[in-house]
C-alpha cells in the first residue's frame, strides 16, 4: 500500500510533470512509489527494473521519467531544482523518500511487533483450548461472556431486581478456568498499565548527532571522507529544515548519492559542489545547497 497526501495533487511539480510527460509521468511515479514500497528499497529502483514495474505506462516511458527529473523549479541562476526522481548510477532513486515514508528497518520492525502480539495471542487461545474453554477475539472464553450477566444490584440470582441478601457481595470463580490461567484485572485509567510503543515522531537534526561505525564503513567502501560528508549533511538540514524520524538512515541515503554527486554536480540539482574552495578553506570542498 502506497499513501499520497492530498496537497500532492496540484502543486507546482506535479502540475510540471504533467505538461513535460502527460498523465503518463504521474503513472510512472506511482509506479516507482508501489515498488518501492513492495520491496522496501528505501526510495531506489534499478535500471533493469523500469520495464518490469507493474502499473507503469506501457508507452513513453522514457518521456515520463524525464518529465519526472526535469519537474523542478527553475531559479533565476538558469539551473533547474531537483524534481520528483533523481538519476543514480545504477537507477532512479525518489526525491526526498525518507522524509515522506518510513525506511525499510522501521518497516520490518512495527512487522515484528505485530508478529509477536499475534503469535501471544494464538499461544493464549491453545492454553485456553487445552482446557477446553473457547477463546473469543478479545480473549475472553466464550463461557465466559456468555455467562456474564447485567448488573442488577444483587448478588442472589433468584431474588427480584432491587433485593439483595444481607451479607458482604462476593464473586465466585468460574469452575472451567483455573484461577492461574484467568486473566489478570485491565488496570483502571490513568493508573500505570503498560501501554504499546507509540510511533516515534519525525523531528529536527539533534545538536548531538554524529555518524555511526557502519556509517564510516560506508564511507570508506565507497571513497568518501565521512567527516565532509557529515559536515555537508548537517548543513543541509539546518538551511532546508528537514525533519526525519530515523537520521542515520537519512546519512545513508546520502553517503549512497555522494558519489554521483561528486562526479556530476548536475546529476542532482538537491546538491552542487562548489567548483572552487572558498578563501581559508582546505580539505574537503563545502556543498553548496541549490534547493
Known amino acids: 500500500m502506497i499513501t499520497v497526501k492530498e496537497e500532492f495533487v496540484g502543486c507546482d511539480k506535479y502540475r510540471r510533470a504533467v505538461k513535460l510527460g502527460g498523465p503518463d509521468a ?11 514500497a ?21 508507452r513513453n516511458r522514457e518521456r515520463a521519467l524525464r518529465a519526472l527529473l526535469e519537474c523542478g523549479r527553475r531559479y533565476p541562476t538558469g539551473h533547474r531544482g531537483a ?15 525518507l522524509d515522506h515514508a518510513e525506511s525499510a ?34 480473549g475472553q472464553s466464550v463461557g465466559q461472556a456468555r455467562d ?4 442488577t444490584g ?3 440470582p433468584t431474588c427480584p431486581v432491587g433485593d439483595s441478601p444481607a451479607g458482604p457481595r462476593t464473586r ?55 567527516a ?18 530515523d537520521w542515520d538512515a537519512g546519512f545513508r541515503s546520502w553517503l549512497r548519492k555522494a558519489p554521483e554527486m561528486h562526479s556530476n554536480p548536475h546529476a542532482s540539482p538537491q546538491l552542487a559542489l562548489s567548483q572552487q574552495p572558498a578563501a581559508g578553506v582546505t580539505g574537503y570542498e563545502k556543498a553548496r545547497i541549490v534547493e
Open 26 to 36: 504521474i503513472l510512472m511515479w506511482l509506479a516507482l512509489k508501489a515498488y518501492v
Open 38 to 58: 513492495k520491496y522496501l528499497t528505501d526510495g531506489f529502483v534499478a535500471d533493469e527494473e523500469i520495464d518490469n514495474l507493474e502499473g507503469a505506462p506501457k
Open 83 to 97: 524534481g520528483l526522481v533523481e538519476r543514480t548510477a545504477h537507477g532512479w532513486m525518489l526525491h526526498d523518500y
Open 105 to 138: 528497518d522501521e518497516i520490518r520492525e512495527r512487522r515484528d511487533r505485530e508478529t509477536q502480539r499475534k503469535r501471544e495471542y494464538r499461544a493464549r487461545k491453545r492454553n485456553e483450548s487445552a482446557l477446553g474453554v473457547p477463546v473469543s477475539q478479545t
Open 148 to 151: 456474564k450477566k447485567p448488573d
Open 154 to 156: 444483587s448478588d442472589c
Open 172 to 226: 465466585v470463580p468460574s469452575p472451567l478456568v483455573s484461577a492461574q490461567d484467568q486473566d489478570p484485572p485491565k488496570p483502571p485509567k490513568g493508573g500505570d498499565g503498560k501501554r504499546g510503543p507509540r510511533k516515534e515522531r519525525a523531528k529536527p537534526l539533534p545538536a548531538d548527532w554524529e555518524p555511526k561505525e557502519q556509517h564510516e564503513g560506508m564511507a570508506k567502501s565507497l571513497g568518501l571522507s565521512v
Open 228 to 245: 565532509g560528508e557529515a559536515e555537508a549533511f548537517r548543513d543541509h538540514a539546518k538551511q532546508t529544515g528537514r525533519i526525519l524520524v
